[in-house]
């Protein structure tokens, strides 16, 4: 398992050390609030990520330390919002920031957050690399906001389901393996191979996500079964349930309608007995042999072991 992995477990602790230490505050509940996101398990995948495209050139610590700081304090923020938008009260089993502060002190610590992110970008960064990033934040926004618009549309065809994702998640994958590279001195086609093994990851780790979402066991995950489906976040497996008619026409009354504890149910009883999960994760298997072919590109060393390492938790993970 990746947790097992030493480089995996060295960087994680430097990481939440320095994490903590960057976004020292004179206002407790921010200390707080990161105390709270830091403990409450997140994987630091993407620093990680960042990491490991850096070991392909010549890296120095210290500044990929602060630039995977930037990259998670990024993703916290998201996290502090996304939990404010949905209302919900645990993350991890620990109160969000929004039911432990309030919405209002919330939306305050997420972009404190952000703050610290672009202090870190700015200091390490030159003026082109920060133009990508800040796209890159511009897109993940994007996403968040076709998110929110689609609530509850049991109609979303694949190709939407694809672009949320690639601009939610997928991009700070893609973002953090490119600035692990660049930062490194890697240019030219082993940067562009980085950015796009980035890319893969992370729309294999959203659809893996999205699976756990109806397969997790709750203990493990954090989240109730179908959390995403009860908040209206339509997934992989409900639309492909959707593109069948029977079940097309079998929900069209609810679609773009708040969904009751019964209609819930019967929609995870209907994907967990249609085939459409087998089907979610033949697609997830596409998305991981994208990942192969580019890694198949890169030189052999330990950073690309890892890599493969990575790829193989990624499917069998269950949190």
């Known amino acids: 398992m990746l947790i097992e992995d030493k480089l995996y477990q060295k960087i994680r602790s430097e990481l939440n050390e320095n994490i903590i230490d960057i976004t020292k505050s004179k206002r407790p509940i921010i200390n707080q609030a990161v105390e ?30 602060q630039l995977g700081s930037g990259i998670e304090l990024l993703h916290m923020a998201s996290l502090v919002h996304d939990d404010i938008i949905d209302n919900a009260e645990l993350r991890r089993g620990k109160k969000t920031a929004q039911k432990k502060f309030g919405k209002k002190e919330a939306v305050f610590i997420g972009d404190f957050l952000l703050s610290r992110t672009f202090d870190i970008f700015f200091e390490y960064l030159d003026t082109a690399t920060l133009r990508k990033m800040n796209k890159n934040v511009r897109l993940l926004c994007e996403g968040e906001i076709e998110q929110s618009e689609k609530r509850f549309d ?32 890697i240019r030219g086609q082993q940067l562009s191979i980085l950015y796009k093994l980035g890319l893969e990851i992370g729309m294999a780790f959203q659809i893996q996500d999205d699976l756990l979402d109806f397969e997790g066991d709750e203990r493990e995950t954090g989240k109730v079964m179908a959390q995403d489906l009860k908040e209206g976040i339509v997934t992989l497996p409900v639309i492909l349930l959707m593109e069948q008619e029977i079940y097309r026409d079998k929900y069209s009354a609810y679609n773009n309608s708040t969904l009751d504890d019964k209609v819930a149910k019967n929609i995870i009883s209907d994907v967990k007995n249609a085939g459409v999960l087998k089907e979610s994760r033949k697609i997830l298997v596409v998305f991981v042999n994208r990942v192969k072919k580019y890694l198949a590109q890169l030189p052999e060393n330990k950073a690309k072991r890892k890599l493969k390492k990575l790829i193989e938790v990624q499917m069998d993970r269950n949190f």
Do not use: C, N
Request: no cysteine; proline share 2%; charged share 25%.
């Open 36 to 65: 709270d996101l830091i403990s409450g398990g997140g994987k630091k995948l993407r620093p990680f990520l960042m990491f490991l495209a850096a070991s392909f050139g010549d890296y120095d610590k210290e500044k990929l330390l």
């Open 154 to 185: 049991l109609q979303i065809g694949i190709k939407d389901y694809y672009r949320r994702i690639r601009h939610k998640t997928a991009l700070l994958f893609a973002l953090s393996s490119y600035l692990g590279a660049y930062v490194s001195g």
